[in-house]
């Protein structure tokens, strides 16, 4: 019987050079529990955007969840191998599977699948595009043909995404199309120039370069930087300026490098696209969630930037809302029971996700869904690790809040007190050399590694707190919770003997020198709020100017915002000092028209001076609110 079925089946056999490729190949789908269709969507100017629908299988009257991306709308849409929606789909979208939701990605255009020309962060219709379309004709179009061509859908749109993908949502919400129904942007990129990913007032953010190699080289995904080197330290230090860098890697012939490199200043490029001004010009139609971490490292700046400027239009009070996480960037969408060291006791992400997040797009987007119960404003209390829900945001500010900013000031001693200096004499000094700058976390530095960027904003700063070029002021132990509810404020009087200068200011949470439930936080410090500020934006972010050595000069700016307890028994420290790298280029500390372009020779030793005296009295104003007990 065996001879026969061979011989039998001789007729039917393979030619050995048959081609083992066949032109398409379609794996048995009968077991899935979803449909995936993959296809092109034309827009209003004939442009055609890749588009991959995972529908859940037998849905009808299912809402649809659209997210447009430039990370590869086919990989997005397939995590795994799997028969099962919720295996294939991101690990975040897992609670949006289990409520039948029809999931939606899109290749923007230019990136992957789609046609048409890639414009980092494509600006808006208007004096920087002068084409037909832009994020938000794109939205428009996808989200138009949708409704009109998946049959199971209830005609109802939401779109969530984080960082580029959550820009793209908040893109979509400068003219909503009808079936837009709610959204949800995540750590969205909002202002490249103020806080986001490029720089932080100013200052370049390095890790913007290799972004650059491996989303603009190709329309695919590009190679990392071949840069032999194991210590990021070294290899930015060794080449000079930030164009020297790009230099290097080719990357300064991109023309979004070229762009970047043209505009260091905050000028109509980038104030014209930032999209909290942008969309500060209408009043909110669509229900948003503005989502973001804590400890965000890429986008910390703009979803509250966007949240604010909608806030102030929404008259109603019905139609924003923000969300606050203990979390990195993008953390919203990963498991997220704790950050580096700290243990937040359960799944803080998930919790966010299914609780809150879900309720809340079912009542836009569910036909007959229940109203949820969604506080206007979210925030994880980091310190006494618990979620709140609070009627606004900021409690405390500067200027419109109840609570008016309570200014903590430098102390003789490296001190640090609620009382005002009165003397006449009081002066911190220290050297920053740009040939040995401060780094943002300890030797070497690997930025391309998860590991040491995802949680660095939570590392510990004793590394860097005894530095010479580093001042540290520490209060004494606390007696009482001290609570603080919004966005400090810089206020430091300031001498440099150069002629330009960065100033980083960082709000530290110092733990009690010992921690039973957990000995490694012993004396912990633990960045609470941090930024830079490049000294030569400090009279106008557009308008640079050179500071005269040695004059005091007074530096203004705000911290990121939060929401955060220092416990009885913590200190509070704040440490100053004027490099941070190589996350940021160095300051030359030599005024040059252009610091992308600073040659060897201007890169200078300054004595930096720090005055906490009458009339100059540095402090960093702090957001501090009454006691709310835990
Ligand atoms: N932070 C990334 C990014 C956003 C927007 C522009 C460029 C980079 C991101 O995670 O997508």
């Known amino acids: 019987a065996l001879l026969s079925g061979l011989v039998g089946g001789a007729a039917a056999q393979t030619a050995p050079m048959a081609p083992d490729i066949p032109a398409s190949f379609a794996a048995p789908s009968d077991d899935n529990d979803y449909v995936k269709r993959d296809l092109m969507i034309t827009m209003r100017d004939g442009v055609k955007l890749h588009t991959v629908i995972v529908v859940p299988k037998g849905a009808s009257g299912a809402p649809i969840m659209l997210t447009r991306t430039p990370y590869n709308a086919s990989r997005r849409a397939q995590r795994n191998a799997s028969p099962r929606m919720a295996a294939i789909l991101p690990l975040g979208d897992e609670v949006l599977a289990g409520a039948g939701y029809i999931r939606v990605f899109q290749d923007v255009r230019g990136k992957y699948g789609s046609e048409g020309d890639y414009v980092m962060t494509r600006p808006v219709r208007g004096p920087l595009n002068g084409s037909k379309s832009d994020h938000v004709t794109d939205a428009w179009d996808t989200i138009d043909w949708l409704v009109k061509n998946v049959p199971e859908s209830n005609g109802k749109v939401g779109m969530l995404g984080s960082s580029y993908e959550g820009f793209t949502v908040l893109m979509a919400l400068v003219d909503p199309h009808p079936a837009l129904k709610v959204a949800v942007p995540m750590s969205p990129m909002v202002d490249g120039w103020r806080g986001d990913d490029w720089f932080h007032n100013g200052a370049f953010r390095m890790p913007s370069l290799p972004y650059f190699a491996g989303q603009i080289t190709v329309k695919g995904s590009g190679e990392p930087l071949a840069t032999g080197v194991y210590d990021d330290y070294d290899s930015v230090l060794r080449a000079g ?321 939060a929401n955060h307890v220092f416990l009885p028994g913590h200190r509070v420290m704040v440490q100053i000092q004027s490099s941070w790298f190589p996350l940021y280029d160095r300051n030359p500390q030599t005024y040059v028209p252009n610091i992308f372009h600073a040659q060897p020779a201007d890169y200078q030793k300054a004595t930096q001076r720090i005055f906490r005296r009458a009339g100059s009295a540095s402090a960093i104003e702090l957001p501090v609110v009454p006691n709310t007990a835990p």
């Open 241 to 561: 300026s930030a164009f020297g860098y790009a230099q290097k890697f080719g990357l300064d012939q991109l023309n979004f490098t070229k762009k970047v490199f043209e505009h260091p200043a905050y000028d109509a490029y980038w104030q014209g696209q930032a999209l909290d001004r942008i969309l500060a010009k209408r009043a909110p139609t669509v229900p948003t969630m503005h989502v973001i971490g804590q400890w965000d490292q890429e986008d910390i700046y703009g979803a509250h930037a966007a949240y604010a400027a909608m806030e102030a239009q929404d008259k109603d009070n019905a139609m924003n809302f923000l969300a606050v996480g203990p979390w990195r960037h993008s953390g919203v969408n990963y498991e997220a029971a704790g950050l580096g060291p700290l243990k937040f006791g359960a799944d803080t992400a998930l919790e966010f996700r299914r609780d809150v997040m879900q309720p809340f797009l079912d009542q836009y987007l569910k036909d007959g869904a229940a109203k949820a119960d969604t506080a206007p404003v979210l925030f994880y209390q980091t310190g006494s690790n618990r979620w709140q829900r609070l009627p606004q945001w900021p409690l405390a500010c500067a200027e419109g809040c109840a609570t008016a900013l309570s200014p903590l000031y430098l102390r003789s001693n490296f001190s640090l007190g609620f009382d005002q200096p009165h003397g006449s004499t009081g002066v911190d000094e220290y050297v920053s050399d740009p040939a040995k700058p401060v780094p943002f976390v300890p030797r070497p530095v690997r930025m391309n590694d998860g590991n040491v960027w995802k949680p660095w904003l939570v590392s510990d700063q004793r590394s860097f707190s005894d530095r010479t070029d580093v001042l540290s002021y520490v209060s004494p132990p606390l007696r009482n919770r001290l609570q603080i509810s919004g966005a400090a404020m810089v206020n430091l009087f300031a001498a440099t003997s150069g002629s330009d200068a960065d100033w980083v200011v960082k709000l530290i949470d110092v733990y009690p020198d010992e921690v039973p439930s957990q000995p490694e936080l012993g004396g912990y410090q633990l960045g609470v709020a941090m930024d830079i500020f490049r000294g030569r934006y400090r009279n106008s972010l557009e308008q640079p100017a050179a500071i005269v050595p040695n004059q005091i000069e007074r530096y203004r700016f705000a911290l990121p915002n």
